[in-house]
């Protein structure tokens, strides 16, 4: 609370935390203290897990397409200042048409629907983007060249799968900020 409080006192737009040591069952439970503060705070937080050895070459951004994606697009666009990598853009969408409700379509019709999801997200994606860059007065040209990753999965296995294969050097995500409990169960 006194972190938060403190920055908003201080008028500041980022907190910065270090993420040392872990504690599984203290954190199952509560949270880590950056984990915390993502709760307490309207902040944007910045967990560092690991000192940057360099500037960053090839970031990550996984972005849903909820009301904490543009913050995560705009915090992105000050952490990586021009001439801005290419950003791997990260989305997981989850299969509409999965499940036994759904067993009577062929393979086919099924994979037809899954690209028509995909090309919604990417569209979706693209006018988030747009978006992001006028709001923060960053001409398109400025802006960082973009690589999307939509995937039909669970948004843990796409995000990890795309980090791993890039090799992305950051990882910039939006988070809900959900309670300790709903962390506990959920995960984030």
């Known amino acids: 609370k006194e972190i938060?409080?403190?920055?908003?006192?201080?008028?500041?737009?980022?907190?910065?935390?270090?993420?040392?040591?872990?504690?599984?069952?203290?954190?199952?439970?509560?949270?880590?203290?950056?984990?915390?503060?993502?709760?307490?705070?309207?902040?944007?937080?910045?967990?560092?897990?690991?000192?940057?050895?360099?500037?960053?070459r090839r970031p990550a951004l996984a972005l849903d397409l909820d009301s904490?994606?543009?913050?995560?697009?705009?915090?992105?666009?000050?952490v990586l200042p021009p001439p801005r990598p290419q950003v791997a853009?990260?989305?997981a969408?989850?299969?509409p048409y999965q499940g036994p409700i759904y067993s009577t379509i062929s393979d086919d019709e099924a994979e037809e629907r899954k690209d028509e999801v995909c090309s919604n997200a990417t569209r979706k994606l693209e006018l988030l983007l747009?978006?992001?860059?006028?709001?923060?007065?960053?001409?398109f040209e400025d802006g960082p060249i973009c690589k999307p990753h939509i995937r039909?999965?669970?948004?843990?296995?796409?995000?990890?799968?795309?980090?791993?294969k890039a090799e992305s050097d950051l990882l910039v995500i939006g988070t809900h900020g959900y309670s300790a409990a709903a962390h506990a169960f959920l995960g984030s």
Do not use: N, W
């Open 4 to 56: 938060g409080a403190r920055a908003t006192e201080l008028r500041s737009d980022l907190i910065v935390m270090g993420r040392a040591r872990v504690r599984a069952l203290h954190d199952a439970f509560l949270g880590s203290t950056a984990e915390r503060v993502i709760r307490q705070t309207r902040l944007p937080v910045l967990s560092v897990r690991l000192a940057p050895r360099r500037a960053y």
């Open 68 to 78: 904490a994606a543009p913050e995560a697009i705009l915090l992105m666009l000050r």
């Open 89 to 91: 853009i990260i989305h």
């Open 93 to 95: 969408v989850v299969d």
């Open 130 to 139: 747009a978006t992001a860059l006028a709001k923060a007065k960053v001409r």
């Open 152 to 164: 039909c999965a669970s948004p843990r296995i796409v995000v990890e799968k795309v980090v791993k």
